[in-house]
């Protein structure tokens, strides 16, 4: 079973810049997340979808940072313009709900942002 | 305010010793535990996971502990090896399939 692929692995870019991320999840995952983990800290949920539609996005930025779920299957993260403070690894993971109604997530390789 | 708390000091053994990470959460009532695993640059990785009426769980040489008073899991490793060095990071299951993730510890198993 492929596992979750993101693209690119690495990005760095100047400040008030934009910049992309992909994320194709496991097939058959129904949820997808984006993370951002800071060096030193724990994954922070960005936004989280339910097929292609979003469960919780309160703690995503939508100033600058938006996200959409093509067909319910690919994910593409934005950043629009990138602050200093948004370099960090950003990480997708997917999940599919057990009938013991637990939630085990699969995460991407991450895609590491720097903003200089 | 909520809060999960992880051992923020990395942890140093010897291998064939125990490892035992502790996780402490404040203002949560999680339907379950999991812990993760997070190698140097990749995703983390799924270990474990206890329910809030299981009190431990084991698999292989990991063992979790779920302490729903005193708001505490424990994450051991038996016989520790180098290879086990990582950072283990905790997350609370919330009620609507919510996940809250901890900021993980360090482990180094010395050779």
């Known amino acids: ?19 992309a991320f992909w994320c194709n999840p496991i097939s058959g995952h ?31 930025p939508k100033d600058r940072f938006s996200a959409e779920r093509l ?34 997530q699969y995460f991407g390789p991450g895609t590491r942002l720097t903003v200089l | 305010s909520q809060k999960i708390e992880q051992n923020s000091e990395a942890l140093n053994i010897q291998e064939g ?23 140097p640059g990749r995703g983390p990785v799924f270990l474990l996971l206890i329910r809030e009426n299981e009190k431990e769980k084991r698999k292989e040489r990991l063992k979790v502990t779920f302490d729903t008073t005193l708001k505490q899991s424990l994450f051991h ?25 901890g900021a993980g510890t360090r482990l180094f198993v010395k050779a």
């Open chain 1, 1 to 19: 079973e492929a596992g979750v692929a993101q693209s690119p692995r690495y990005k760095i870019i100047e400040k008030r810049q934009s910049v």
């Open chain 1, 30 to 60: 129904a949820t997808l997340y984006w993370y951002q983990q800071i060096l030193g800290q724990g994954p922070k949920l960005l936004i989280q979808f339910q097929n292609n539609g979003v469960v919780d996005d309160s703690q995503l």
């Open chain 1, 71 to 104: 067909k319910g299957v690919d994910s593409t993260l934005k950043i629009q313009p990138a602050k200093l403070e948004d370099s960090a690894v950003y990480l997708c993971a997917s999940s599919v709900r057990d009938r013991g109604r637990t939630d085990t």
């Open chain 2, 17 to 39: 010793k125990t490892a035992t990470l502790t996780c402490n959460y404040t203002n949560y009532s999680p339907a379950y535990l999991q812990w993760y695993r997070q190698d």
């Open chain 2, 77 to 101: 490793i038996t016989a520790s090896q180098p290879a086990d060095s990582a950072t283990y990071l905790c997350a609370l299951g919330t009620g609507g399939f919510k996940t809250i993730f």
